[in-house]
């Protein structure tokens, strides 16, 4: 499937197509064992397609907020919860969704991410519109093949995530220097045994506070020099 937008025919298609993939009932335990929900608890389904996140909790949730840039995919949500008091449908880009701040208990992002172009602006947004504390659940994919979306390209949004623990992949000095811009820190993450070069990744990530990234950058800033001083 190609990035950006899926629109038209490729929506329709789509659409008769994803409620059947095979690991479409492993994202819904992921999702269901991961989140909180309840009659006051608001959630956004970013880059939500035709809408298997929306259907697996439009009952469950207070509000529920799915938001997609593609014309299409918006219509087929219409058309289908448009007896579903409690979802809002919202025809958007990631990067700049129009709601209110510091609002969601939860954003919800199911293989979106590696479609949108500009993800350190769209994690921005998501850390925008989530509340202080609210969570961040991301499903998406990477190939180790290099040929195709490779796990460095989600480092550029990972550089907001808390990635101190992702030793296979970066160098300690990077390490060091990506936490220290951290906007989220990482409850909890799954791999899906690798296909082929295709490896599936689930996380929840936390919204930190200011105070709590500023903390942590302060602290590695004295690792760092103590670091240095112990060289001098
Ligand atoms: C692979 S589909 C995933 C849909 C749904 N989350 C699911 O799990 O079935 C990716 C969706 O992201 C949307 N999309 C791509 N780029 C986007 C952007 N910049 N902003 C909002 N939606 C975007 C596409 O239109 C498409 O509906």
Known sequence: MARGLID?????????????????EIYN????????????????????????TLELLGNRSGEITGVDASGEMIKICTEKFKNNSRINLVLSPAEKTGLGANYFDYVIIRM??????EKETAMDEILRILRPGGKVVVIDKYYTNKQRYHFWEFLS???????????????????NELSLSAKFCILKREYLPKKHAKQVFMFVLKKLSRKSS?????????????GNKRRD
Do not use: M, P
């Not at 929900?37 to 298997?52: E, R």
């Open 112 to 117: 979106g991410l590696h479609h949108i172009r």
């Open 29 to 52: 335990r992921f999702i269901l064992e991961n989140i909180r929900v309840g009659k006051n608890i608001k959630i956004c389904d970013l880059c939500c397609g035709s809408g298997v």
């Open 214 to 226: 500023s903390h942590r950058a302060d602290k590695t800033r004295k690792q760092k020099n103590a």
């Open 8 to 24: 038209g025919k490729q929506a329709r298609k789509y659409a008769a197509w994803v409620g059947k993939s095979a690991n479409t």
């Open 157 to 175: 949004a990972l550089a907001r995530f808390d990635i101190s623990s992702f030793d296979q992949f970066v160098e300690s000095k990077e390490r």
